[in-house]
């Protein structure tokens, strides 16, 4: 829904029909202890999702999903039982030719309040098609900032132990 109004935001709905044919799901659930000690409070290290789209839903009322913002702050999420995140990946943020940035986000663990539960799903584009910039996303003043790739040969480039910590593996990977 949300990919769907996005595609209609910026005008290229034509598109929506054959994107959701092509992309596939993962399912993650997640168990998050509360610290033990004050050192150990990470309880997922700061990332950008490497999906196209990605669904946070907090299964409890355990808070520890935290945001970059703009300005470099991070900032806490407080999550009723009801509430999903819709995060944006970097596939999307190559698809739209950087309009939609994916944040760098993080789980912080307090020491009282227990355990955090949380459910995510990321969407993925098929291996047999391309993570493309519609060219109506593409002007003079809009240059195209990233080459089309294969999403799974993506994932496979982050994976790999020297990729990790680069800054923007997306523009380490695909910047034009
Ligand atoms: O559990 C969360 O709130 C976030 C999980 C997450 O960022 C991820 O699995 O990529
Ligand atoms: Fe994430």
């Known amino acids: 829904m949300v990919v769907k109004m996005v595609f209609e935001s910026y005008g290229v709905e034509k598109y929506y029909e054959s994107h959701v044919k092509s992309v ?29 789209m990605s669904t946070i839903h907090q299964t409890n009322q355990v808070n520890g999903l935290e945001i970059k913002g703009k300005d470099g702050q991070w900032f806490g999420v407080e999550l009723s039982p009801s509430s999903i995140v819709v995060m944006a990946g970097d596939a999307i943020m190559a698809w739209s030719n950087n309009r939609i940035k994916s944040p760098h986000h993080r789980v912080m663990m307090g020491e009282e309040k227990g355990a955090r539960y949380s459910i995510a799903q990321f969407s993925f584009m098929e291996d047999s098609l391309m993570v493309e910039t519609p060219k109506e996303l593409v002007d003079e003043e809009h240059p195209l900032l990233f080459n089309s790739f294969n999403h799974l040969d993506y994932l496979k480039f982050f994976s790999k132990e020297e990729n990790r910590r680069l800054e923007c593996a997306l523009k380490s990977y695909c910047g034009a």
Request: aromatic fraction near 14%.
């Open 24 to 52: 596939n799901y993962l399912a993650r659930v997640m168990k998050y202890r509360e610290a033990q000690v004050e050192e150990a409070k990470l309880g997922f290290v700061a990332h950008t999702d490497k999906s196209f």
